[in-house]
């Protein structure tokens, strides 16, 4: 089910035993060659695709707007503090107790991780049963490297120019992370890209994309077996 396109009596026949998945993004940079949107369009696509094999998986619209502090001296990045985006999704949660037997967070952008740590703690102190489930494919380079890129070529090809493609920055991220906290992303890589995109192919994406989904459905159905 697409929450958005739904009607209250689709909803009200689920029984409240649907689970209910809210994509998480941001709309930030992502190198020369992928859209703003690209960890927005990768967790709407994860989402969707487990909700095809969970019948009982509904997809909520997604949060596009995270929190991208690092990403600001970028043109075209826009973002909301940790506070606020906790804040948001505890609103989200709360609102959707009536309706849902659970919520399923899925989140595609590292940097909404310290507001999601809060959320569960909140959510867990209301009695409200979510998961934060990341997308987080095993060998990933950074931010708009070989495994985004190979995503979005799968998710949709028109949107990547890899012809713009280039190696950005390619240290290891958890050498990285204190530099980024303090200066941010641009004095790092001037592209803006934290690896490299070069070699990057649909093929691999679908397989990314694949495995992404059969995990996360996997996860829903351990979690919620009977919804």
Partial sequence: MELGRATWPQVEATGGNAVLAVPLGSLEQHGPHLPLETDTRIAVSVASG????????????????????????????????HAVLASLLVELVRSARTSFAGVVLVNAHGG??????????????????????????RGADAHAGRTETSLMLAID?????????????????????????????????????????????????????????TELAAAVTARWPEA
């Fill in 157 to 213: 090809p028109d949107a990547v120019h890899p012809e713009l493609a280039a190696p950005g920055c390619t240290e290891p991220i958890d050498r990285l992370l204190p530099r980024l906290r303090v200066e941010g992303v641009r004095p790092v890589s001037s592209s803006g890209v934290l690896g490299d995109p070069t070699g990057a192919s649909a093929q691999e994406g679908r397989a990314l994309l694949d495995r992404l989904v």
């Fill in 50 to 81: 487990a909700a095809s094999r969970v019948p009982t998986l509904a997809v909520a619209a997604p949060v596009a707007y995270g929190a991208s502090g690092e990403h600001a001296g970028v043109p075209g990045t826009l973002l909301v503090g």
């Fill in 112 to 137: 909404n991780e310290m507001a999601l740590s809060a959320v569960s703690a909140r959510c867990a102190a209301d009695g409200d049963d979510v998961m934060v489930w990341r997308v987080a494919p």
